[in-house]
């Protein structure tokens, strides 16, 4: 991976529908490494099988991306997806039966999905670090837009690790069966002090979350 130097920090860039044309090329690179990950790696039977890009219904105006790059800013190694879920989201549309009470909506509940690592070859440590600054991300941009809470669905092996993060985790449904795997849907709260928990336990002590190379949370 191509590391920030001696002294230079990483940061997410945060990408909503007003910074699509500026971050283009990132954009286009991490829907490329969704399309190896997810169908080629994985064989997710995806809408976009037949192309190089793996593009969703999900990926609308109303999406808001996490994308950490490379340390000269040129490329993507690794991204997240948001959405509202006041708008149609996974856990209310393709998903809306993993939830025993029906899928969390409200103003203050967003998604994530589409957790990706570009399939380079990175070294496990690397890999950490990345889902470590992205899990800071997510959070710095929870407090900045009043977000208590996150869903997200992933296979039932992955739970430990979204719990190694720091996260906490309420589980909303029992494991259920999709395809040969799986997969869980689940909640994971952000208050006060969920933040500061999170940098210490990484021994990252600065924002990482930045829009056009500032970053906007401290």
Known sequence: MDQPGKGEAMQIKLVDAGARLRFSKHLIEMHHDRKRVFVDQLGWQLPSAGSWLEVDEFDNEYTVYLIACSADGEHHLASVRLLPTTR????????????????????????SSRFTIAPVGMRGTEVMRLSQYLALAHVEFALLNNIRRYTMIGETHRVATVVAMGWRVRPLCLPTDCGDKKIVSMEVAID???????RRRFGINH???????KPIAS
């Open 88 to 111: 149609p989201h996974m856990l209310n549309t393709i998903f809306k039966d993993l939830g025993d009470g029906g899928p969390v909506v409200g103003e203050d509940v967003w998604e």
């Open 207 to 213: 924002p990482v979350l930045a829009t056009a190379g």
């Open 192 to 198: 006060e002090d969920t933040l500061p928990t999170m």
